[in-house]
């Protein structure tokens, strides 16, 4: 289900549009329906991913023929290792002992140039 509000005032200048539906960036249905209730295309499509997975690759081609820009929302957790993830504490987070999880994610930006 989709709820749109509409503003009073035109946006400010530089103002984009972007989205984040509950099948991710490959739901072009779900995209395309939001786009259409909007009455314009979002320019970013935001997806989440965990830090111990690399992002796949196919995710960032749906958006990129959508013409939009990925936003990353960088999860501290592993999806799949359950609730109890301590290993991904705001400690560790702010000390930098994470440095080397979040390395799949390098991997696929080197791999984009």
Known sequence: ??????????????????????????ATLELDHVAALAGEQPSIVMFYQGFAAEPDLSELDAIAARGATPLLTWEPYDWTAGVDQSQYTLARLRDGSLQPVPAPVGRCAARLG
Do not use: H
Not at 7 to 12: F, G, H, K, L
């Open 1 to 26: 289900m989709f709820t749109v509000t509409t503003a009073t005032e035109p946006p400010a200048a530089g103002l984009r549009f972007g989205v984040t539906t509950p099948g991710g960036p490959t």
